[in-house]
Every structure is written in C-alpha cells, then in structure tokens.
C-alpha cells in the first residue's frame, strides 16, 4: 500500500533540511513558523534567552507575533531586511513559497547587535527585571551588522534552491532599512527623544480600535491639546491624525492578508466608523483598495 505524503510534509521536510545545513554551518538560530506565525517544526540552535522566552505565555505570544510581521514584510516588501524582536533581539525572515502558495516563513537570528540601521518591529517587552531573563540574555551572541546581513544572504540562497520564487515585480532583494524607519510603523520607539511622544505613540498603538481624538490622547499624557499637537509634530514630521491613520493602515495590512475577516469588520476593528471612509484613507496610504490589497497579499 502506497503512503502518500502530502505537500505541507514535503515543504516541512525541505525547509527542516534547509534549516538543520544552515544552523550546523553558521551556529545560528532558526525555525519555521507557519502563516499565523505558529511553531512548525524543531528550534535549532535556540538561545537559552528565546526558549525562557518562549515558556512564558505572555512573551510566547508576543514571538509569535514578531515571527508574522517579519515574516509579512518580508514577503510583501521582497526584501530580507533584518528587525529586532519585542525582546530587542535581531532576526530576519525568509519566505518559504511552493507552487505559487506561501507556507510560511524561515526566521532565523536571535543575536545581539547595536547597529542604529536594525529598525524595531515592535514595542520592546519589559524583560529585564527577570533575573533568569536577565542571566540567560548575557549568553547571547553578538554579531556585526555585516556578518547578519551575509547570513540572511546564505539562508535566503539554500531555501531559493529548494523554493525558488520569483515576485511579480522585482526579485527579493536584501536592502538596509532607512535609519529611523520603522518596519511600517513610522518611526522607531527608541528614536523618539521626548518621552511625552513615546508615551503617546504607545497609547495610540494600543487604542488604534477606540475612537482617538486629540483631547483623550492630550488627557493620557497630561499635555495640553495645543502642546501635544506643535511637540508631536516637531517629533514625528506628521501630525496626529496623519500618525493615527499611518498606525491603522499597518494593521489593516496585517489583517488582510493574514485574516478572513470582511473589509467592513477590520475598518470598525480598527475605529472607523463607515468603511467608506477607512477604504478612502486605506488607498491613499498604500495606493491600492483594500479588496486590491488582499487580492495581491491573501496568504
């Protein structure tokens, strides 16, 4: 009797191939995570520091979610282009597509590095109270910005040989991000010098589903509405209303592609009261509708 092996098993069982050459001549970590951004396969060469991590509910999740968004922009933007994680750590995603469909993704990384150009993909989790946190991250690799671009190079070359994928448009390339620019999400917490503005950046990230205004926001941060308005502008070069919908379009990306969910649920996820509106803001962000958009990124 034939046992047939279906095409998930036979992708898992290439990238593990690919994962267990790289690891065992580089000695850098990798996994492979699915399109949610879940586990699925073995942790090679994982730090002590991202399995405590990773044994904690609260910060797992957290990873998970790195795991996605890295592995959406580097999909969406074709380009390898390294972050660092929640935990402050430095990663990089590679696309794994077969057959014209994306399985998941390749994450490779968890090193130390100091360089301005790694971009935050997320607000950095409050790790360093944990003494056990604190301890394991001090065994952490260290490595040059030039030594994590050549390894991002070696893994994207051994998956392109088992996965070649070749974009609509340009093929991937590896690019180094804009100092300052976050990964969609404007500027880089840690680049923000008045700790007001980072106050609000964080507040409005965190309630980009409320109905935002001027005067709650002033209010979260004990500002007057006028000297919030004149010191986030000289901050971020846009004013609120600009970041607020900068903030939603990049969670509307994510949703899009990732979710089932109908346009007209995301926009009220995301605070918007008439969809119209959202698909009217949404285009003029991204240049595209967002039935386009998920058309052209649907995982």
Known sequence: MAIIVSKEDRVKKTVQSIMKDYTNATGIA???VD??????SSKYNFTKFCHFMRSIPEFRYKCYQCDLYGGLESFKKHSCCPYRCHAGLVDFSIPVVFEGQLNGFIVS???????????????????????????????????SYEDIMSASRVIHTLTNCYFPYVPKTDSIN???PIIGQDLGQGAELSNIKRPEIRKTVIYIKEHLN???????IADSVFLSESYLSKLFKQEMNLNLMQYINQCRVWE???????SRESIDVISRRLGYHHTSYFCRIFKQYTGETPHAYRKKYKL
């Open 210 to 216: 409320c109905n935002l205004s001027l005067r709650t």
């Open 109 to 143: 990384g968890q090193m130390i590095s100091s360089d301005i150009r790694i971009p935050n993909l997320q607000a950095q989790t409050p790790w360093q109270t944990d003494r056990q946190a604190f301890r394991y991250f001090q065994s952490v690799p260290q490595y």
């Open 174 to 176: 590896f690019e180094t």
């Open 252 to 258: 509307a990306e994510k949703l899009l592609a990732s």
């Open 30 to 32: 990798c996994i492979y």
């Open 35 to 40: 399109v949610q951004g879940k586990e699925r």
